[in-house]
């Protein structure tokens, strides 16, 4: 573990430095799997413990919603899908462009080991939590939106307008920027799952699993040591959190 | 510079133009801070940027003026570290308009934050991994460097500090603009903008719109003070500015010939040079030809003994420049993109397609507010000290002979 950690500290030196390096050669999965530790709900975030999200997109249906209209409604986002709206998580539909497969998978913050956000915010806004989540801290963020110039997801929105009707756990504001939080406000609870997933499993799909990626015995840690995962432009050398399954 | 030197306008009857040239800076300003108050008020709903095309038009004009600033400090720098005495006695003005405008450039970029109140946090808060606030401390010692090496250029009591604290300068100007270069040259994800050539190909600009800024200003202030410029002094700066021209319209062609070469690029340069419609027109009509092919043929034709020629390159160099951020800032936003190469994407969040920018009114007040402040400054600078450069032609007279 230790060894893969560096080599890949290594390659995000090397990305740095504006050299491209190829795709990832690491068997995915390897780098996430960490020390078999858990941490009790009451206890404060801690890196013994990396949120992920492995996302099944065979078991995906194309045309079902659940889970953004399960985000817009635990986070208090409105739902409209303007060119200043802000989404979270979107369903998106791609298309090969040699085969002609189409997948729907859904799209969301991919919270990276090495999150590019973080690295250009110039105040420390966007950060990373020990616990692997990526979030924006509304207090510090001014609004420049230089993250979301690097973010390769495109997993980042700005608040354009004055805000109303807002949950009180889930604190946005105009001139900020925000994203998917993993549901943070649920995770903080013990609840350990997050909105979309629970719309997923409740509509019959279970196409997300959310869980810890250091806890060798978790779900979501035995489907990436036993399945193969992609990582979305695994190129970046970002360690995402979030891997999909069947791409 | 000596105790008798013109200051502009000042003992002729130009007051009258000065203080209407105050007002005009005044009023575009005005309509800039009345949109700065509106946006922040109502949020960037009203203008045309969004969660696609985040960077808008107040960051074309912002990024033009950062990077002309740093660039117009190279004649400053051709004096003091290369010992030109052309270039020297032009030394303080050059400081004067790179102070003035790196000022206007950085007021729009705060005026544009959402969150522009929370300007103390952005300047107590440094995330030093952040190519943004390490450009922010680059910034901050501009002002600082820049200030004291104007001071030295002014009291003749200072002047043996003139050439280390001039050193520093160009130093840390040609580590600015490439800080500034880095700010898209960092954006790994996008095909625009992933290129470790953005740096130096920023410096090169700089170099030219700052020379170009220059010989504007300066032809301004000679034609004010009815002085005729020495026809061997225009000849040699015309001359660099045509050097930088060729210089940038080369390392241009050189950025777009390797994109080309990486196949993942293709499709992005397709989009620029071939079918981007508005930024394709920009690339070729605004940044090629009317930025360089042209000026270079002006400065090069029998024209270009007379001063207004000159004056007209230099100005078209400026426009050139502007159409060149727009194309790099906005252009390379407008292009989606690719999380899944090789594949077609499409979502209600406008994943796969190119995205459609028009900048409103309010846009164009925040950037014009920049050049606002530029102006304003430079006008009342140059009326109070005396910042016009005077050539003392028999201490020249060797470095003219030699080329
Ligand atoms: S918009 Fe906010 S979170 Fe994003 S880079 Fe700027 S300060 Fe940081």
Redesign the pocket.
Known sequence: MKEATNLNEERRELLKAGALVAGSTLAPGVLLIGVAQARAPEEPASDRVRWGMVIDVNKCADGCNACVTACNEENGLSGATGPQDAQWIRKLHIRNLSTGVEISLPMLCQHCEHPP?VD???????MKRADGIVL??RH?????????M?CPYKA?S?VHEPLTDQNPEVPRGKG??ESCTFCVQKVDRGENTTACVEACNAAGHKAMIFGDLKDPNSEIAQILKHHKTTEVRADLGLNTGVRYQGI | MNGTSYALGVGEDKSALFWTLLALGGLVLLGTLYAFFTLEHHGHALTGMDNQIVWGLPHVFAVFLIVAASGVLNVASIGSVFGKKVYKARAPLSGLLALAMMVGGLAVLVLD???PERLT??LTHY?FK?I?ALNMIFYNGFFAIVGLYLLTLMDRKLSPWSKPLGILAFLWRLALTTATGSIFGFIVARAGFNSALYAPMFILYSFTYGMAVFMVVQSIMYKWNDIQVDARILAKMKNLLAIFIAASLYFTAVLHLTNLYYAKQWEFERFILLEGGVYTWMFWAGQVLLGGVLPLILLFSPLARHPATVFVAALLVILGGHCQMYVTIIGGQAFPLDLFPGWAESSSFYDGQIHPYTPTIWELLLGLGGIAIAFLITTVAVRVLGFLPQDDLKALEPELKAG
Do not use: E, H, K, Q
């Open positions: 956000c250009v915010c110039p105040t420390g806004a966007s924006v801290d510090t963020c001014i609004g420049c939106r230089y993250c979301m690097a980042r700005f900020c920027v | 934050l959402g969150r946090v952005a995330n952040s943004f």
